[in-house]
Every structure is written in structure tokens, then in C-alpha cells.
């Protein structure tokens, strides 16, 4: 202890338990610009869930919850966006999305969690105005009862449950709705491309164009697919489903006569998804399509 002048300068007191600064602490107070990076970093994180909070919230806001039972009482969960203004006498293209197996369940907000917020976004909505159709594969269940991890399949003869109640739902929809069936398209990622290219060769004829992502399909049925605009999109680097399944299924139907599109991108995983929503040109081709052209 020191005293100068009657004032106690310092003093230790016995006993005390000293403060653990942990093995990272150095002892000495953070520079200014250290601590303003990780203030910093704390407010994009907290701005960017923020954000994050509300398109997810806006997207659920958007497309309208329905359930559909069918005359032997299945049913099935979808979320239907509807354009904002719908016009006496004019009709509307349809968009079915197909969601991947992380998304199934019965909650009926899952499927929203990736690519169908660029319908929602203000200007797309503006320039494309259109029904997307976003159903809910039950848990336990798939698009198509394939082998994910097969290097090829066969189609099975008849579709999967989930996938005859989606035929179901658009059936209905064009009876009840204003939708151009000239302009059906079809989209989805992962166990939803799978979905895309089972649907494609049992309905060639139904859909005007159609955007298979991270999926594969029965290489045998290329030639039902040589007339049907199709853009493919996979990454080099999925250990999900090998890219050789979208690489293979395009190189058959080009063998069969047709010109579908390709987009596979170098260094991406399982996610193409988000690259592929990205694309510039991805809405104008797909609403650019109708069947006839």
C-alpha cells in the first residue's frame, strides 16, 4: 500500500480471488478500431436477421394458405400467390414450385423458405404477374419414390402420392382461377427437381417451360423432352446430388434433338438454387415461354 498525503494511492487486499482474464485476455483494453469492427459486425448481423425477418415474413404475408382434400380424403398442404390486380377477361401464367426434402412437414410455411421470394419481390410482381403454386411434401414422403443416390433412374409408373394430389391442385386451380393454360411452368430444387423431371415426362404437353434445379431424371424418356424449353441449373461441387445427374439428362435430350439450356456453376455445392434466382435473364425466358411458340 502506498500513502502520500494521507491518500491511499493503491492497495492490495488480502486474500481477494483474483480476476481469470481467460487464456485469450491479453491484459490490455481493445484498440478503438478493433472495437468498433466488432460493434460493428454485431449490427450488420443483427440488420441482416432483422432484414431477413421481415422478406420471410413478407413472402408468408403474399402467398395465401389453403389445404386440398380430395373425394378419398387426402390432403395436401400448398401456399398460392395471386397476382395483385387480376383484370376482367385476362388470364394469368401459373408457376408450380417444387421445394427440396429439408422443407417438407404440415406447417405450410417451409416450402417458402427458398427461390419463391423472387415472386414476391415488388417489380417482378410489376412486370410478371402470375399464380405461383407452392405445395408441402408431407414428412416421410417424396415427389418421386426414387433412389436419391442411385446414378440413374426409371420412372415410376404411376406418380408418387404427393405428386397426383399437386396434379389435383392444378386441375382445380385452372377451373377456379384465371390462368392461362398455355403458360404453366414448373420449377424446383433438389428433391423438387427430381419432382421437375418426373412431371415433365409424364406431362410433356402440359407445361410451357420448365427450370430443374440440383435434381435428376430417367435419361431413357430424353426424346419425350426435345421439344420443351428447359433450363438446368447444378453446381460442380454438390455431394448432395452428383451433378452428373443434371449433366447426363441434358446430354441425352441434346442427343435426342432437343436444345435445352444448362447453367452449371464451378465451386458451388448443393445451394445452386441462389445463383440460379440470381440469373438476370432467368423470369424473362420463363414467362417469355407459352405452348404453341
Same mark, same amino acid.
Given at each position: 500500500?502506498?500513502?502520500?498525503?494521507?491518500?491511499?494511492?493503491?492497495?492490495?487486499?488480502?486474500?481477494?480471488?483474483?480476476?481469470?482474464?481467460?487464456?485469450?485476455?491479453?491484459?490490455?483494453?481493445?484498440?478503438?478500431?478493433?472495437?468498433?469492427?466488432?460493434?460493428?459486425?454485431?449490427?450488420?448481423?443483427?440488420?441482416?436477421?432483422?432484414?431477413?425477418?421481415?422478406?420471410?415474413?413478407?413472402?408468408?404475408?403474399?402467398?395465401?394458405?389453403?389445404?386440398?382434400?380430395?373425394?378419398?380424403?387426402?390432403?395436401?398442404?400448398?401456399?398460392?400467390?395471386?397476382?395483385?390486380?387480376?383484370?376482367?377477361?385476362?388470364?394469368?401464367?401459373?408457376?408450380?414450385?417444387?421445394?427440396?426434402?429439408?422443407?417438407?412437414?404440415?406447417?405450410?410455411?417451409?416450402?417458402?423458405?427458398?427461390?419463391?421470394?423472387?415472386?414476391?419481390?415488388?417489380?417482378?410482381?410489376?412486370?410478371?404477374?402470375?399464380?405461383?403454386?407452392?405445395?408441402?411434401?408431407?414428412?416421410?414422403?417424396?415427389?418421386?419414390?426414387?433412389?436419391?443416390?442411385?446414378?440413374?433412374?426409371?420412372?415410376?409408373?404411376?406418380?408418387?402420392?404427393?405428386?397426383?394430389?399437386?396434379?389435383?391442385?392444378?386441375?382445380?386451380?385452372?377451373?377456379?382461377?384465371?390462368?392461362?393454360?398455355?403458360?404453366?411452368?414448373?420449377?424446383?430444387?433438389?428433391?423438387?427437381?427430381?419432382?421437375?423431371?418426373?412431371?415433365?415426362?409424364?406431362?410433356?404437353?402440359?407445361?410451357?417451360?420448365?427450370? $430443374?434445379?440440383? !435434381?435428376?431424371?430417367?435419361? #431413357?424418356? +430424353?426424346? &419425350?423432352?426435345?421439344? =420443351?424449353?428447359? %433450363?438446368? *441449373?447444378?453446381?460442380?461441387?454438390?455431394?448432395?446430388?452428383?451433378?452428373?445427374?443434371?449433366?447426363?439428362?441434358?446430354?441425352?435430350?441434346?442427343?435426342?434433338?432437343?436444345?435445352?439450356?444448362?447453367?452449371?456453376? $464451378?465451386?458451388? !455445392?448443393?445451394?445452386?438454387? #441462389?445463383? +440460379?434466382? &440470381?440469373?438476370?435473364? =432467368?423470369?424473362? %425466358?420463363? *414467362?417469355?415461354?407459352?405452348?404453341?411458340?
Amino acid at each position: 500500500m502506498r500513502v502520500i498525503g494521507g491518500v491511499v494511492l493503491d492497495e492490495t487486499v488480502k486474500n481477494e480471488t483474483p480476476f481469470n482474464r481467460g487464456s485469450h485476455a491479453t491484459g490490455r483494453f481493445l484498440a478503438p478500431a478493433a472495437a468498433f469492427a466488432i460493434v460493428w459486425n454485431y449490427f450488420v448481423a443483427g440488420w441482416i436477421a432483422m432484414h431477413l425477418s421481415v422478406a420471410a415474413a413478407a413472402v408468408e404475408d403474399d402467398f395465401q394458405p389453403h389445404v386440398y382434400r380430395n373425394a378419398e380424403q387426402r390432403e395436401l398442404n400448398y401456399r398460392l400467390l395471386v397476382p395483385r390486380e387480376l383484370k376482367p377477361g385476362e388470364k394469368y401464367p401459373l408457376v408450380l414450385f417444387l421445394h427440396g426434402a429439408g422443407e417438407r412437414g404440415s406447417d405450410n410455411k417451409a416450402q417458402l423458405k427458398h427461390v419463391v421470394s423472387i415472386f414476391v419481390d415488388p417489380e417482378n410482381r410489376r412486370r410478371y404477374p402470375c399464380f405461383v403454386l407452392a405445395p408441402q411434401c408431407p414428412s416421410g414422403e417424396k415427389w418421386v419414390d426414387v433412389n436419391w443416390f442411385s446414378k440413374t433412374h426409371e420412372t415410376p409408373e404411376n406418380p408418387a402420392a404427393p405428386m397426383a394430389l399437386v396434379l389435383e391442385v392444378i386441375e382445380q386451380l385452372c377451373k377456379d382461377q384465371p390462368i392461362d393454360t398455355r403458360r404453366l411452368y414448373v420449377m424446383g430444387l433438389s428433391m423438387g427437381g427430381y419432382g421437375t423431371w418426373d412431371l415433365l415426362v409424364r406431362k410433356p404437353e402440359m407445361f410451357a417451360a420448365a427450370v $430443374p434445379i440440383c !435434381g435428376g431424371g430417367d435419361e #431413357t424418356k +430424353a426424346d &419425350k423432352l426435345v421439344g =420443351l424449353p428447359i %433450363w438446368c *441449373f447444378h453446381g460442380d461441387k454438390d455431394t448432395a446430388v452428383p451433378v452428373a445427374r443434371s449433366r447426363n439428362m441434358i446430354e441425352a435430350i441434346k442427343k435426342a434433338g432437343g436444345a435445352p439450356k444448362y447453367t452449371e456453376y $464451378p465451386g458451388v !455445392g448443393h445451394d445452386s438454387w #441462389t445463383p +440460379a434466382t &440470381k440469373e438476370a435473364e =432467368l423470369l424473362p %425466358w420463363l *414467362f417469355g415461354q407459352k405452348r404453341g411458340n
